[in-house]
Nanobody, 114 residues
């Protein structure tokens, strides 16, 4: 069973940066559209950004210009570079296919202090 392993989260001050990694993906998974999702406390999990097999990307408006999704097919890994972090970015971040059809991983917690 394929299950993503997210890492790179932590506590950071507003304006700071973090880089998330998503590993544990098999090669056939990485050829799909991959996305980063987040779930803030008391809210539903939502898609933040996605990247196609041709590296075309889309971002939700709230992270445009601050977040960058990339993929390394040779390493079967997806990354999320997060810059200029804001307190409203605080959430657990997950990666999955888009639409999601593999098991969800544990996610990685991002906490942005004001």
């Amino acid at each position: 069973q394929v299950q993503p392993v997210e890492s790179g989260g932590g506590l950071v001050q507003a304006g700071g940066s973090l880089r998330l990694s998503c590993a544990g993906l098999r090669s056939f998974i990485i050829l799909n559209v991959m996305g980063w999702y987040r779930q803030a406390p008391g809210k539903q999990r939502v898609l933040v950004t996605r990247i196609t097999s041709l590296c075309r990307t889309n971002y939700t408006d709230s992270v445009k210009g601050r977040f960058t999704i990339t993929r390394d097919s040779a390493k079967n890994t997806v990354y999320l570079q997060m810059n200029s972090l804001k307190p409203e970015d605080t959430a657990v971040y997950y990666c999955n296919t888009m639409p999601s059809y593999i098991s969800w991983g544990q996610g990685t917690q991002i906490t942005v202090s004001a």
